[in-house]
């Protein structure tokens, strides 16, 4: 079945970075874009970036743009998230995603904490 499970959240102070992981398992991973969301308390979930099959295409929501960048690893059926100059609003609950034949599986979710 498909499994996706992310790793790499934690405490991080302000203006410090993050590299976020999601190890795909159950599914030709070579084949699905992947993508990251994150939720943060009280707010709806939104899209952060997002990575074509390839990793030749890459794509970001406008809440961390320029401060973020995703990147796949087809070989060890790994996305990747890496997040710098951190603020206090980028708190939440971060969560990798793909989409296969029209459902949408995700993660359980890392939790990052922005914060002095």
């Known amino acids: 079945q498909v499994q996706l499970v992310e790793s790499g959240g934690g405490l991080v102070q302000p203006g410090g970075s993050l590299r976020l992981s999601c190890a795909a398992s159950?599914?030709?991973?070579?084949?699905?874009?992947m993508n990251w969301y994150r939720q943060a308390p009280g707010k709806e979930r939104e899209l952060v970036a997002s990575v074509s099959n390839t990793g030749g295409s890459t794509s970001y929501g406008d809440s961390m743009k320029g401060r973020v960048t995703i990147s796949r690893d087809n070989a060890k059926n790994t996305v990747y998230l890496q997040m710098n100059s951190l603020k206090s609003e980028d708190t939440g609950v971060y969560y990798c995603?793909?989409?296969?034949?029209?459902?949408?599986?995700w993660g359980q979710g890392t939790q990052v904490t922005v914060s002095s």
């Open positions: 159950g599914f030709t991973f070579s084949n699905y874009a």
């Open positions: 995603k793909t989409r296969i034949f029209r459902y949408d599986y």
